[in-house]
């Protein structure tokens, strides 16, 4: 830090005006939202189309100017150089073009030449989903791999665990992601937008990323110069569960701070019937805070998170008619602690990125008793992900060069022992040149090599033996991309490589897998998966209706697979993990419908996809089964203090999946009906939002053909009605004086 002052030099007390202009008319645009992306703040323009920022930066950032009615657009300027500067926002009644952040660099959607899928958690939250797995599954080509209601991992085009890759606070989330018995590891309240990248994206976030990325980002900080908050709570009646949230964020000159709080209890889920699963019970409690801070040329933010989950774990198709919270034996207590520090600095045309992060994860099982844990891993990670970016040729010419890595320990602190003490260390270099010729034509291609090292401690228990081990994984991997866009229609083709290298589990199992009732033995000499992808997205959008197709095929050499045999071991079948070739195919589409003269209605429905066979043909295990997923909305702007923000109809319908592995069983398709609305009262500008809904109106049967409580015959969760406040309050954004 103290190196950072001395390069950085004094604050800047300059300020920058803009005008916000309708393209066609030339009016000014009122009330236009305006957010500084490098900042992670922002200003909102005044009646007359104005706004000014202060806490200005020596180098060039990228304005993300929004407005009901109009496109999102993104524009480059340099605060400190340029005084002012007339913006222009063309009309529209669908909002097509969001920023993605999660690439090489920022740019608009259509700008972008991967797969890259933007949603707001305000709308994915629109049915009040029981956790954020749940919540980011209603995006075409993600599922959620589920136990209960309360555990759900991410899958993303049938892949899961290891191969999705997961970013929270700029940094990779490290939490033993092969274990199929807790969540996602994030909590979500402060989380403002996810960025879903599919596809084989090792060259930008290194090993595993074979499925895809999800990229989270946090809510930004307040306006400039005011104070922001909310209170809210919810409440479920099928699992009788209470989610409070709380959250303040000020922002003063160059200082800025969010604080956010978090806990929710559930009491087991309720089937259909009467009846409930025993021991799908769950609780969590979650802390967010970062500061941030901006000199002349540097922008930094410290940001730390806590999680704790507690879990109940379910052995059996045991039904009660409790309602208890309290938690019962067998169940996990798992602690997520995550620590970054982000710092970006301004060199004349080029930006030098430099993210610094801390993962402590804490998971604990507990069996016999409730305070002695009979498991207990405990894994640290430092990472580190370093990047420069240059512009050349007015803009037009971009490179960035990066450096990324981590190094990992795995310890064991209790008698039961799942995976060896542990170390891994990661590094990887990169290099990306994307060139824009015109605003309608980009290309983007670069290289990635990448160097792994597993080392494990040989250890012996009374049931297990764990050899030690020596393995070294090193990976070439490349990527080339286009976007094309004419008038209405754009064009995205990409080919790129990834790998994944083979966790400890896959390496060195030996014993019984409680959750899913199998003995499992893994295989020391197992091979880096290695993908070849190749993705086709077509889009066509106009000022009411858009349309959308992606496709995919996906070539995996060394896919890692579990294969029953015929042998027991404690009346257990045992299973092992072997190798083989493996195609996936599949993609996404769907459209969005803003007919007009009835401007408050939208009709969006989307169906999505997968298909894949190892080299013999046979169905790889998991592979969700295909959905569409239908919703019918109304968004009303009626003026007023009291007004009916939004109301919608969402249909889902699944296939019937009977492509399945050895070990799996078919699941029939099935229809899922969910309503929901949204109230708002305004009151001296402070906003208590009212929501309520049903899911599962029609209180249908099924099991989803991803619910690890499938072999056990346990249905998923009956009717649910839900029903919750939120008030947000913020003090009159005060504007410096010009």
Known sequence: MFFLLLITGAVSGQQFSGLVLDSITKQPVPFATVYVVELHTGATANSEGTFILSASVSGQVHLQISCIG????????????????????????????????????????????????????????????VNLTEAISNIAGVDNYSTGSGIGKPVIRGLLGNRVVVYAQNVRLENQQWGEEHGL???????????????????????????????????????????????????????????????????????????????????????????????????????????????????????????RNDLGITLGDSMTQSTEHGLLLPFQEIDNQLLTFENLLFFGKTKLTATFGYNHNDRKEFEDSATISDLNLVLRTLSYHIRSSSAFLKGKLNLITGLQGMYQQNANKAAEVLVPDALVNDIGGFVVLSYAPSGKLTFEGGMRLDNRIISTTEMQTPDTYFPGLDRSFTNFNFGFGSSYRIRTVGLKMNISTGFRAPNTFELLSNGVHEGVLRYEIGASDLKSEQVTQMDLDINYEKEHV????????????????????????????????????????????????????????????????VFGADRSGNALPLIPANKIQTTVKGEFKAKGKAKVERIFIEHIYRFRQDRIADYETSSPSHHLLN??????????????????????????????????????????????????????????????KQ
């Open 70 to 129: 109009y496109q999102t657009n993104l524009f480059q300027v340099d605060l400190s150089q340029d005084p002012n500067a007339t913006f222009l926002l063309l009309e529209s009644h669908l909002q097509l073009n969001e920023v993605v952040v999660s690439g090489s660099s920022v740019k608009l959607q259509q700008e972008n030449t991967v797969s890259v899928v933007q949603k707001n958690m305000s709308e994915l939250n629109q049915n009040s989903p």
């Open 185 to 307: 590891g994030i909590g979500g309240v402060g989380i403002e937008n996810v960025e879903l990248i599919k596809g084989a994206s090792s060259l930008l976030y290194g090993a595993d990323a074979i499925g895809g990325v999800l990229y989270f980002t946090d809510e930004r900080y307040a306006s400039l110069n005011s104070l922001q908050g909310f209170i809210a709570s919810r409440f479920l009646s099928n699992t009788l569960g209470s989610f409070n949230d709380a959250g303040i964020k000020f922002n003063i000159k160059n200082f800025r701070m969010n604080l956010f709080g978090s806990f929710n209890s559930n009491a087991d889920y309720r089937l259909p019937g009467s009846s409930r699963v025993l021991n799908t019970r769950f609780n969590e409690k979650n802390i967010k805070a970062s500061l941030g801070y901006n000199f002349k040329n540097w922008i930094g933010n410290l940001r730390y998170s806590f999680l």
């Open 546 to 609: 858009s349309f959308y197709v992606s496709a995919f095929l996906n070539h995996m050499n060394n896919y890692i697979f579990l294969s029953p045999s015929d042998s027991f071991i404690n009346n257990l079948p045992v299973y092992h993990y072997l190798q083989t070739q493996a195609d996936l195919t599949g993609g996404e589409l769907g459209f969005h419908l803003h007919p007009h003269p009835i401007d408050w209605i939208h009709f969006e429905s989307n169906y999505s996809g």
């Open 675 to 736: 309503v929901g609305l949204v109230l708002q009262i305004i009151y001296n500008e402070n906003d208590l939002e009212i929501t309520g809904g049903v899911k599962n109106v029609l209180n249908t049967r099924y099991i989803d053909h991803l619910s690890r409580l499938k072999p056990m015959g346990i249905e998923n969760a009956g009717l649910n009605v839900y029903f919750g406040l939120k008030w947000k309050f913020r003090t009159r954004e005060r504007q410096p």
